[in-house]
């Protein structure tokens, strides 16, 4: 008797426990904890922007995931200066806003070249390469 495997997570199937039951988008699982860890493979990939400055030429990219760190930094600096400006209101507090650094904010939409907003965009998409 050839033994059988779960063909997702290549458990070994007992003697008893020969068929898989649970059944989600037409795949069949050996358990439950099978089922909910199970993930299709997926190409993975991952976007950039390229950006093209039209007033000089300059061409740079970045990811999307940038754009999300540099509005958390500049998030970051708004709490700092909110709370130093409390200080003028008499919240004790307020001093130690002027001990947190204040974070470096990069415009990703501005020409690092001319500093322009004259800026052409294009989402791009590569496979990771593994």
Known sequence: MAEKHCPNCGKKLSAFKTGLIYIK????FC???CKKEFKPKKDINIKEIKCTCNKCGKI???LPQEKIEQTGAKMHNLGKNMMTASLCC???????GAL???KRVIELDRC???NSKNVKKET????KEK
């Open 112 to 114: 690092p070249e001319c």
């Open 25 to 28: 988008d037409g795949k069949r």
């Open 31 to 33: 358990s439950i904890k």
């Open 124 to 127: 791009r998409y590569h496979k």
């Open 100 to 102: 947190i650094p204040e």
């Open 60 to 62: 740079w990219y970045y």
């Open 90 to 96: 008499g919240n004790p507090m307020g001093c130690f």
